[in-house]
């Protein structure tokens, strides 16, 4: 029994050891550092001196690492969607230039938050908000915007 005792305790300390493996699954703990990411914190500006007709197009993008639509919509669309946007835009009937245009359209600025969208979860980098409104194929108006995140 001596001769085999040094051996018993070793091994029942592996045995017990290998259970507590087997039956508690353990997994590997400690710290972890997920990647920064944060929300664009920019603003789309939007802006008609003269009538903007209500089925204009307008689009937005974000460029950058990735290239992503952040909303294409018509003026009607966008304003029933953001409904704060109507307290400074008017609807009524008036003339555009430059669109060769003549009815009923919005005019006035708006400046949309763009954490007020669904943009989250960016890298750290360079981004530029291009924001266009399209009307019948012309470009009414565009403007971009550098963004550093």
């Known amino acids: 029994m001596k001769k085999i005792l040094p051996y018993i305790l070793p ?6 050891i290998l ?9 590997i703990t400690g710290f972890f550092i997920a990647p920064q990411k ?3 914190n920019a603003e789309i500006r939007i802006t008609a001196d003269e009538v ?4 204009a197009i307008i689009n937005a993008y974000l460029e950058g690492d990735i290239s992503k ?4 919509m018509s003026v009607k ?15 009524r009937q008036g003339r555009n230039i430059q669109l060769n245009y003549e009815g009923f359209g919005y005019i006035g600025s708006y400046v ?11 890298e750290k980098g360079k981004y530029t908000i291009k924001t266009e409104i399209i009307w ?9 915007q550098d963004v550093i995140v």
Request: aromatic share 12%; net charge negative.
């Open 112 to 122: 949309l938050t763009i954490g007020n969208l669904d943009i989250e979860n960016l």
């Open 11 to 16: 091994a029942a300390s592996l045995a017990a």
């Open 136 to 144: 019948q194929g012309k470009v009414v108006s565009e403007t971009t």
């Open 69 to 72: 639509e952040v909303f294409s």
């Open 38 to 40: 944060q929300v664009l």
């Open 52 to 55: 903007l007709p209500e089925d």
């Open 19 to 27: 259970l507590l493996f087997v039956f508690a699954r353990p997994a």
């Open 77 to 91: 669309d966008f304003m029933n969607k953001y409904p704060e946007a109507m307290k400074n835009f008017s609807y």
